[in-house]
């Protein structure tokens, strides 16, 4: 499975991204997909994850009620719309896959699939 963010990019503080990953190789509908975030000399962080339905979705606390995590199946696309973006959500921005975990799976380590990051700025 080959993963691409894309999306990304420079926003003042209160603006808004949607970030894009596009799957190739393999369909991933019976993936669970998530996002993470990481800056430099720190841990990489979760983000949000959605089951393979779309239907189940789960957020860290730091992003709840401001990013909302979508996919479309028949695109093999995973969104995460990001509005009233803070200073603290800049971050180079990763997305992940993986056909065994469950929306709630918020460790790193445990995705086996991963795409290169996009760069998200918040201005303050």
């Known amino acids: 499975v080959q993963l691409q963010a894309s999306g990304g990019g420079l926003v003042q503080a209160g603006g808004s991204l949607r970030l894009s990953c596009a799957a190739s190789g393999r369909t991933l509908t019976r993936y669970i997909m998530a996002w993470f975030r990481q800056n430099p000399g720190k841990e990489r962080e979760f983000v949000a994850a959605v089951s393979w339905s779309g239907t189940i979705r789960h957020y860290a606390d730091s992003v709840k009620g401001r990013f909302t995590i979508s996919r479309d199946n028949a695109k093999n696309t995973v969104y995460l719309q990001m509005n009233n973006l803070k200073p603290e959500d800049t971050a180079v921005y990763y997305c992940?896959?993986?056909?065994?975990?469950?929306?709630?799976?918020?460790?790193?380590?445990?995705?086996?699939?991963w795409g290169r990051g996009t760069q998200v700025t918040v201005s303050s």
């Open positions: 992940a896959a993986d056909p065994t975990l469950v929306p709630t799976s918020i460790s790193a380590a445990s995705y086996d699939y």
